[in-house]
């Protein structure tokens, strides 16, 4: 059943798809790495996610992120609104930072929005209890935020705010005393960094984005708990990020497999028809096929990483593209074109005028009809409305198969290989037993 003649088409076909696979494979991560595709994923992926842009800026700075390049690479305060335009225009230099862990991200956020806290979040009540020229009085509400601070409870912070309701002239108080409250009510009055973390939310100039973020953090239990729920939220996000970049490699490789089937004329429906008819052709890539390696499917540059931002290490090469992972992909995509070329399969394109002679010539020598011949494009600017609808389906099947990737295809083709060849040792065993 094996090495019957269909099989071996089938194992053919397989085995060029599988090398066309591979092909468009290596030219996406060519171009991958050429364009910075995965980073400037990762950036859109981010200005989705962290709607502030101020905020983003810093994280995209940050020394544990890295994502642009170092002539802008500062510390978070250091990020002015002129630097922030600058770090998110789309023009900005990129390092190739193709992944960001979820707690690498995290801790630049949370290190972020502690930092724009201010620090203790007493103080601007401090300094207003300050202003108050009544000592006695400004003593019994310093005690009172005191108090507050050593043993945070709702019932602490309520005499508080009615203490300061008493004082004439208390607008300032007021004011003061009513981020405190918010933030306390918050984190339910726990006194711990969760507390900070909060007040640096309430710093965020996007009104949406801090609301999302509160909504986040609201039911935390602690710092810990924070980084949890945050992670999950840039997991969901980068989630995201990554199939809307699996979706514009699928269309990379339509179209990368498009250009090479019509640049090479590999078209499915006449190499299977060439290695139906011609049992020498069929056999030379058959045994071809057997002979590949495994490994040769998958090289260094072609693995998963070129279509999984979420599956890749973190690199941080910075600012121009690198010029010996650019060599190392040509020459991959050189290697896969030169065996496809070393099959010497009926490939390519010819123009040769078909004249009555030739037609003549090709019945009395028993020749298929010159003017079948797909591969001359003479024949397909002719009018035959068949032969050039048969040729559109043929390279069309090629794009389809090809964009399916070498992974695919080089699995089926070894499961296939290894059944012919189980086949054919059984049948030499039974021949030489009988």
Known sequence: MFNTPIVEVAIGLIFIFSLMGLLVTQINTFMSNL???????????????????????????HPLV???????????????PEISDMVNNPKAALNDVSYIAPGTFVEALIGILISRSGGDIYDEVRNALDTIPDAKQRNELVQLLQNLQDDPR????????????AVPDNATLVAAFQPLQTTLDLVRYQNSELTLLLNGVAQINNPAFREAINVILTTAKGLDDARKKL??????????????????????????????AVLFNIDTLYLGQNLWQDPDLRR????????IDPAFAVSPTTDERSTDPNSLDTTTDEGDVDLEDLEENAQDIGTTVQKILDLQLPIGWEYTEVTPDMITLA?????????????????????DLGLLLQKLLGILATTIAAAQGAPFWFDLLNRLTKGSSTS???SSNASSQG
């Open 154 to 165: 709702q019932i602490r912070a309520e005499l508080l705010k009615r203490s300061i309701a």
């Open 35 to 61: 364009l910075k595709m995965r980073a400037k994923q990762l950036r859109a992926g981010l200005q989705q996610l962290v709607q502030d842009d101020r905020l983003r800026a810093e994280i995209m700075v």
């Open 284 to 291: 030379q890539v058959v045994a071809t096929a057997k002979r």
């Open 424 to 426: 054919s040792n059984s």
């Open 66 to 80: 890295n994502l642009v390049a170092k002539d802008v690479n500062l510390l978070s305060l250091q990020v002015t």
């Open 363 to 383: 019945q009395e020598l028993g020749l298929p009809d010159p003017r079948t011949n797909s591969r001359n494009v003479w024949n397909l600017l002719s009018g």
């Open 231 to 260: 992670e999950n939220w840039f997991n969901d996000g980068m989630t995201r990020t990554s199939e809307v970049y699996k979706r514009q490699i699928q269309y990379w490789s339509l179209l990368f497999a498009l250009i090479l």
